[in-house]
């Protein structure tokens, strides 16, 4: 069984399901997978998102703003907490840093994540991390802040092994995403072939990121199983090690039942 660990389902193209969002949870059932992590990143669209993943008791949730979303509700910590008391949300994020898109809104990024760290030390829910070209802003203010009570994902992970051996040091997974399937991604994959069993996870990030083979294609749930796949390869293992110890690594940091 496998978990995908990170992607947005309010956003999945439906159009393979004939626009049925019933269908394509049914495909991922089909495809072995246990539970979802829809995962937020606005609040304007966020209680739509909550209805739509209801009635399918696989699929959990977080709740927060990306560091690159400018036009809506900027939250303070009560209102995180606030959306965070329900059972179904699961961590608190996307938050992070990304100067690749916004280098020029730094401070208001960092006051962001300060937030979003606060909101979730104060309801004990993991985090999830979004960091892109602001590496050493992100763990200074992981460690400024006191994320490490906590702990989380630095999900889709790009960066280097000195990158993720302190982050794995402030206690946080790493997660992988189809960018590890791509064929110039080898340092990548060293990366993630030193990640310690229990702090790796997948994720298809969908519907963005699609892995080999379907690079390019509007990305699906149900293809996590091919980072599985890769993973195993660079790692030695199989894909069904790699699939039931992501599992179990999703479940015990989510919270999520077995």
């Known amino acids: 069984m496998l978990v995908d660990s990170h992607c947005h389902l309010d956003r999945v193209d439906l159009t393979p399901y004939d626009g049925d969002f019933a269908a394509l949870i049914a495909a991922t059932r089909a495809a072995g997978l246990s539970h979802l992590m829809s995962i937020a990143v606005e609040l304007e669209h966020y209680p739509a998102m909550r209805a739509l993943i209801e009635p399918y008791p696989e699929v959990f949730c977080s709740v927060g703003v990306h560091p690159t979303e400018n036009d809506g509700e900027e939250p303070d910590v009560a209102r995180l907490l606030a959306l965070a008391d329900d059972p179904?949300?699961?961590?608190?994020?996307?938050?992070?840093?990304?100067?690749?898109?916004?280098?020029?809104?730094?401070?208001?990024?960092?006051?962001?994540?300060?937030t979003h760290i606060a909101a979730a030390r104060a309801c004990a829910k993991p985090l999830v991390i979004h960091t892109r070209q602001a590496r050493a802003d992100t763990l200074r203010i992981?460690?400024?802040?006191?994320?490490?009570?906590?702990?989380?994902?630095?999900?889709?992970f790009t960066e280097d092994w000195a990158t993720a051996r302190r982050a794995l040091e402030l206690g946080f997974h790493i997660g992988f995403s189809g960018i590890v399937t791509f064929k110039n991604a080898a340092e990548?994959?060293?990366?993630?072939?030193?990640?310690?069993?229990?702090?790796?996870?997948?994720?298809?990030?969908?519907?963005?990121?699609?892995?080999?083979?379907?690079?390019?294609?509007?990305?699906?749930?149900?293809?996590?199983?091919?980072?599985?796949?890769?993973?195993?390869?660079?790692r030695g293992s199989t894909p069904e090690a790699v699939a039931a110890l992501t599992r179990d690594n999703a479940l015990r940091l989510f919270g999520l039942p077995g």
């Open 142 to 156: 992981l460690e400024e802040e006191g994320a490490a009570e906590v702990g989380g994902v630095v999900h889709c």
């Open 188 to 234: 990548l994959r060293e990366v993630a072939r030193q990640v310690p069993d229990e702090r790796l996870l997948i994720e298809t990030d969908a519907p963005y990121l699609a892995p080999v083979p379907h690079r390019g294609k509007s990305n699906q749930p149900a293809w996590v199983a091919h980072v599985a796949e890769c993973l195993a390869e660079v």
């Open 88 to 114: 179904r949300v699961r961590a608190i994020g996307e938050t992070g840093l990304d100067y690749y898109r916004g280098a020029e809104d730094a401070e208001r990024q960092q006051l962001r994540f300060r």
